[in-house]
């Protein structure tokens, strides 16, 4: 059973799209479930002033997309990463167990994003990027 925040992220989606001059794109996929989330960052003076996400998958995945970027929108880089898988379906009020691995993505996303920024203009990634996928075998979940 979905939350009714799940279900107004998945129905009324927020941020979908993409950004033309997006100066940090990333994009992660889970081959065992079929997700795959991108998302485009608009970043200035280090802050994200704009932030969209084009996502493929089911219900949670959308939502779990839409969540991440009001939850980063508007927010320095430092903050942003500091995003958690758990934070965002805390944001939700919660997901079945067997749809958690769709925040892992939206966490990941988020990350790939801004490290696809930090290569661009050649700052140091210096942050852990995640496992890249849902293998049941790490405590991402």
Same mark, same amino acid.
């Given at each position: 059973?979905?939350?009714?925040? #799940?279900?107004?992220? %998945? $129905?009324?989606?927020?941020?979908?799209?993409? /950004? @033309?001059?997006?100066?940090?794109?990333? !994009?992660?996929?889970?081959?065992?479930?079929?997700?795959?989330?991108?998302?485009?960052?608009?970043?200035?003076?280090?802050?994200? #002033?704009?932030?969209? %996400? $084009?996502?493929?998958?089911?219900?949670?995945? /959308? @939502?779990?997309?839409?969540?991440?970027? !009001?939850?980063?929108?508007?927010?320095?880089?430092?903050?942003?990463?500091?995003?958690?898988?758990?934070?965002?379906?805390?944001?939700?009020?919660?997901?079945?167990?067997?749809?958690?691995?769709?925040?892992v993505l939206a966490e990941e996303a988020v990350k790939s994003a801004i490290a696809d920024y930090y290569t661009k203009i050649g700052r140091e990634i210096d942050f852990d990027l995640g496992c890249g996928g849902c293998?049941?075998?790490?405590?991402?979940?």
């Open positions: 059973m979905y939350s009714e925040k #799940v279900m107004d992220h %998945f $129905q009324n989606p927020r941020n979908v799209g993409t /950004i @033309a001059d997006a100066n940090g794109v990333g !994009e992660v996929g889970n081959a065992k479930c079929g997700d795959i989330m991108k998302i485009f960052l608009k970043i200035e003076d280090d802050v994200i #002033v704009d932030v969209k %996400f $084009q996502t493929f998958g089911c219900g949670a995945a /959308i @939502a779990t997309s839409s969540m991440a970027t !009001e939850l980063i929108k508007g927010k320095p880089i430092s903050e942003a990463l500091t995003l958690t898988n758990k934070a965002v379906v805390e944001a939700l009020d919660g997901l079945p167990p067997v749809k958690l691995h769709c925040s293998c049941d075998h790490c405590d991402h979940h």
